[in-house]
């Protein structure tokens, strides 16, 4: 990003108050985080203060703006959209990995490779494998025996997906992730733990988007399953035989054991845990650290540990809260009832 | 997997009813995953309403099964039974390595290659290290100075496994799982913290499973060491100079920390946590989140966080769900009081 | 490690008792981890009956000591200070890594690569990366494009650092870890998820140390930012535009939302969860496992999920171990209050 405050209020229409036009712009921050250089926005009263100390050389703030600020303003009706406006004409332009296959990957005789496709450095594809249409594969990532991806997909760098799976299109996948890895099922036979074979795949839907180092277990038989449009943070698990639907939101650090079915625009926040072979229903949102251990209806918010509709967990705070002064009333009754034993 | 309903009963030496036995039969799923193409098997009573509504084909159920449903049945003695053998028999058989070494690895003059090892592309094997008898090295494995990889070993793509590790036989670690990182060790000395040297190693024993994106550190001296036969789930968090059994079952994102000691036949389940320096006996088992604060004698079922004797948790949390009604009760109480006061 | 027990006795200024003092020593582990061969040390009174039972060959006992031990005794002033300094002479070398290139690198026309720099093979350095003097790429690392690494870091092999990044001087990235994959963002458009652009950078001061398979997301716009001499372990998951100050202390599988400030010298042990949005202090301290929902001032050590100030959560947990008796208690009063009703 590089350009005068003249131009990006030119680009916003917005108005300079304050200070020389003139000077270059070179990023863009949060109000507590900006440097010299950078433009911020102020769209939130709340962040007067922090707006007042903030070392950004220029501010987007409302039309009418009143206070003395460090930074230069320039004034817009919306500041936020302004601001969203700023970013994205002035942002880097995106990589782009041109077609081709590079010369130390390694692909096989068999494996069907698509139009436009940019296959970078010490990529392995395996036989019998298929890469759709204008997807990228980034360095060193592997894709197994059979496993088909489809067309515009992105998958970074180091990831990894073994054999027979199936990739929809316009699927990103994070470096590092891991799918179709042998879900986690052993049977102990004379005091020793054997391995279940498992044979199933890994499914991932269209338009589906998967973090960086997240794991997803290939299914016992069957498949594991992700769902069109469904969104998953990073060092997330996802078990064996586990079905998420369609549109849901997986957060960071979240595991979902084996066999359990997430419905459709489902939300499960950061660090939640599922136990095995329950089921979260549609639209059901269940809150950051929560412990599921059983189904949760569609359109409910859960949380806690064990976790239970959020209304009813946060009453039992308020409970919690009173304990202190419940044993002081107790205590006061004792004293009362002793008092009268006595008379 | 493709053969027809016919086949299948034959296979498992079931009848056939309800529909044409020549149809082709092309995955195996859970009930309510199945789709067209699809057996699927009915193992419980609760499920008949899902096998009403489920969309396989075909379905193995017990002799004498008398409901209407959609799938062609297959009437068997022990329907879970015979979708194992089904599952076995017709699996897509296992992705196989031929041994050779592929040109791309880039092996140290003086590492030491058993017999029928296969190498595969970008693998590095660093100068003094070992690798056992058949034993297989997925793409872009790294093998540090002087580590020794046992025979039979399945070490799948991208893992890394640092210098003078000892890897046992028939171990498998998964993608991405990290062995032999630095233990996370500082002293502050003047305002920073300063690293401690983590000169130890990484020991892993015969017949461990190591899940993906999983990560052992090694030890601050001496090593960080996991039995023989214990199995670990993806994205475990193994701190430096912790002691695992035998035939232990560590699950999905528990993390371990520094120098604790978990006994044989132990069971830590899901995102459990457990601080460093105590010890879980032989046979115990920790619930699903738990944090673990202190040891836990053999045998014992502990839970919560801090996690406590199951038994006590479950009166705890008994106690807690009457928390409402004991404030009433003290409420009526405190009512009774003041009246008797005020006769 | 390989000195007889004269030796070591020599190093340390300690005196030999109760063995042949030319036995080898080839290995150092704490006491209830040592096996023949080892050398071990006896530092706190309440490990004499593992001592007794040590399969050490030879302990570092204080002066004085008089219980009888089956290890050959070296007594010394502080056993502790004489074990460290027999690990410092006589631990294993480290790996060093000679400055060059390897042929299977596949580095940009472009990239400026800096003096003694060791690149090992199938490391990929897209164009316009540069890399500072002395900095050591393991095996398969990926430097994106336009990402500046400093001098004398060591990044290890598998580690993934995406475009336009900026890691300062001896910086320590174990493997697996990935930096500057995209932030967790979206938004809900006719029913379906849109990536919002995350066009933000990655910023790792000086002295940073991050663990293996650790995950940090580029920033929305702006940066996230890891400052000087913080040390993060592994798996732990850093959202988009958080910013970590300097020398702060981030353990094992915490996860830190979107744009959270972490202040200086701050702790975060094992498993924590920060919710989005808001501010820990300098020097605050967050108990394992913790889930923060709300700012935590400077100083102040906080426990429980939600969290608060430990003082207050320790009181919590003192009161509900009583509940047990507090509702004897009131039963008591309900029984004396109807025995006098009746009356």
Redesign the interface.
């Known amino acids: 990003m590089d350009a005068s405050i003249e131009e990006l209020a030119a680009l916003v229409g917005g108005r300079v108050i304050g200070g020389p036009s003139a000077t270059h712009i070179t990023?863009?921050?949060?109000i507590?985080?900006?440097q010299e250089g950078?433009i911020t926005f102020f769209g939130n009263a709340k962040y007067l203060p922090a707006l007042r100390a903030s070392r950004a050389t220029c501010a987007l703030v409302p039309d009418g703006f009143d206070e003395a600020i460090p930074a230069v303003q320039i004034q817009v009706a919306n500041p936020t959209l302004a601001f969203s406006k700023i970013?994205?004409q002035l942002?880097?332009p995106?990589?782009v990995f041109a077609p081709g296959i590079?010369p130390?990957a390694?692909i096989a005789a068999d494996a069907r490779i698509g139009k436009d496709v940019a296959i970078?450095?010490?990529v392995?594809v395996?036989p019998g494998a298929v890469i759709g249409d204008r997807t990228v594969l980034?360095?060193?990532v592997?894709i197994?025996?059979g496993t088909r991806v489809g067309d515009d997909c992105k998958i970074?760098?180091?990831a990894?997906i073994?054999?027979?799976c199936r990739i929809g299109n316009r699927v990103?996948i994070?470096?590092?992730a891991?799918l179709g890895?042998?879900g986690?099922g052993?049977e102990m036979a004379n005091?020793?733990?054997v391995?279940i074979?498992q044979?199933g795949i890994v499914q991932i839907d269209d338009?589906v988007?998967i973090?960086?180092?997240t794991?997803i277990?290939r299914a016992r038989?069957?498949?594991t399953?992700i769902g069109e449009?469904s969104?998953i943070?990073?060092?997330v698990?996802i078990?064996h035989?586990v079905?998420i639907g369609k549109?849901s939101?997986i957060?960071?650090?979240v595991?979902i054991?084996g066999?359990s079915?997430i419905g459709n625009y489902a939300t499960l926040a950061?660090?939640v845990?599922v136990?095995g072979h329950i089921e979260i229903g549609d639209q059901a949102v269940v809150a950051?650290?929560s412990?599921v251990?059983k189904s949760i209806p569609a359109k409910q918010m859960w949380w806690g540990?064990p976790a239970g509709p959020i209304q009813e967990q946060k009453?039992?705070h308020a409970?919690?809260n009173?304990?202190?002064k419940?044993?002081e009333?107790?205590k006061r009754?004792?004293e009362?009832?002793a008092a009268?034993?006595t008379k």
């Open positions: 990023g863009a921050a949060a507590a985080d900006a950078d970013l994205e942002a880097p995106p990589i590079h130390s390694v970078q450095a010490h392995v395996e980034g360095p060193n592997y197994g025996h970074y760098a180091s990894s073994r054999e027979r990103i994070h470096s590092g891991v890895s042998d986690f052993f005091g020793r733990y391995k074979p044979t338009d988007e973090g960086a180092n794991t277990d038989f069957g498949r399953w449009g969104k943070d990073n060092l698990q078990a035989n079905v549109h939101i957060v960071s650090q595991g054991s066999s079915r950061g660090q845990g136990v950051a650290k412990g251990s540990s009453e039992q409970r919690l009173r304990l202190a419940l044993m009333r107790v009754l004792e009362q009832v009268k034993g």
